[in-house]
């Protein structure tokens, strides 16, 4: 199947849709529109927003977001403006007494994530500032999304609840390692490498009586390795590590030798 | 140890401290402290805020956080900020040419966590809303933590940002399980109750010449029975359903028999 063929692509391509349904402030829709892109979605759809639309608060709030407001379609009926997604998802922040699936935002992010593996469009739809979604809405999505948050506090602007599903969504596509030791233009020090330094710094140890009490000897050895063990050193640090040492021994030797 | 005698201990009951270094605005004040309270963090420290302390603004921003507020302290220096601290991360949104490691959000949670679930206190700093913080506020840090966003478009505002990473740290102390079924007042069918609605709703085809194909029967009703499966009914469904599947009938039953 081409893509020209199947009318879902479109909306497939730019991630899950993003339905503002009812949006009051043009701010909030801005502010909206750069949490999506901040997220890499791009597909905004906008249910009879309360200041008609374009709407110039809007740009002002989006901060650039401008690939988001310019395709942003507008919609009379919500039926319409999920007419031709697969699944859809709808937020709450409350419970409405409806049997219906609830999900977080994370396997929210994972469903849509797996329909959009096999190219089937997906959409998560927001309601009112105030108000939130309507029970019919509700009723008209797969699922409903509830932020995990201090139930105490737990209310959120509608940019903020975008820019949730969306870290989420583009977390599930992210290959950035969950831990990375960023080393710049040097390595990693090898084993060889730092056992040098171990036995440079150990001897330098011995030289000036650091080791007061040789049956401590061992395990004060055995501490120090390990620290050095768990800072990762770089080849680049073994080395400023080895000046250290000689620069801190050069005070201790005998003047006649030194300078 | 008792609680009065660990410094740390008013730090650790609010969850990681929140450090903001040299914020320029008393808007991105207030809604961070709101993100913090969204999130169940308490502890706000300002680093040289450049408008002052207390702040209208920030107040307004707040949408209503203000044990947060009320509580924030305030700091000349960096290294105050996090004397009490044993484990500090700190945010930036680009690569500084340090060797350290870098955590997603959703790693520095983990971290944090771990270290709060044995008493010790954490932090996250923050940055000056347009230039991040200096390069040596990072290196007083275990970490720093960059978040995975659309490199095309990856500013987040200050709140935003300290939104995500209280959602992360939420999220790992959540019991909220990732999926579930709300259910109301009612329950879950059994087995036996949707297997009398199977019958029910055969029988019914049965009578009215739906399976047309006896040969077809058996996998049209799996697939029938699997459609049903998949719906996950409650036992009010099951009855509601019996009453359609009564309803649609009562139409094709003898008019003789009927009203």
């Known amino acids: 199947m081409t893509s020209g063929s199947n009318p879902t692509r479109e909306a497939v391509l730019g991630g899950p849709a993003v339905i503002l349904v009812e949006p009051q402030l043009g701010e909030n829709i801005g502010a909206a529109a750069r949490a999506m892109l901040n997220c890499g979605l791009t597909d905004l759809r906008l249910v ?3 200041d008609g639309w374009p709407n110039e608060r809007a740009v002002a709030a989006s901060s650039g977001a401008t690939a988001v407001l ?15 997604l697969e699944y859809v998802v709808a937020t709450t922040s409350r419970e409405r007494g409806q049997i219906k699936r609830i999900l977080t935002p994370r396997a929210a992010a994972v469903e849509m994530r797996e329909r959009w593996s096999r190219s089937a469009a997906t959409g998560v739809m927001f309601g009112p ?9 509700i009723a008209l999505a797969d699922a409903a999304v509830s932020v995990p948050l ?14 949730l599903i969306g870290y989420e969504w583009f977390q599930t596509g992210s290959e950035a390692p969950d831990r990375a030791l ?15 330094l171990f036995e440079h710094l150990e001897a330098e140890l011995d030289d000036c009586g650091f080791f ?5 000897r061992p395990s004060m050895v055995r501490n120090i390795r390990n620290l050095f063990q768990r800072a990762e050193m770089t ?9 250290i040492i000689a620069g801190l021994t050069a005070r201790r030797k005998p003047p006649s030798t030194g300078r």
Chains 1, 2 share one sequence.
């Open 48 to 50: 009879r927003p309360r």
């Open 70 to 84: 310019d395709g942003t379609r507008l919609f009379d009926r919500v039926e319409d403006a999920i007419a031709d």
């Open 129 to 137: 500032e105030r108000t939130g979604l309507l029970n019919d809405d």
């Open 150 to 163: 201090n139930p105490a506090f737990c209310s959120l602007n509608l940019a903020q609840a975008v820019l």
């Open 182 to 196: 960023h080393l710049g233009h040097t390595r990693q020090a090898s084993k060889a490498e730092l056992h040098n």
């Open 212 to 216: 007061s009490t040789p049956d401590k």
């Open 235 to 243: 080849e680049q640090e073994v080395r400023t590590f080895h000046g």
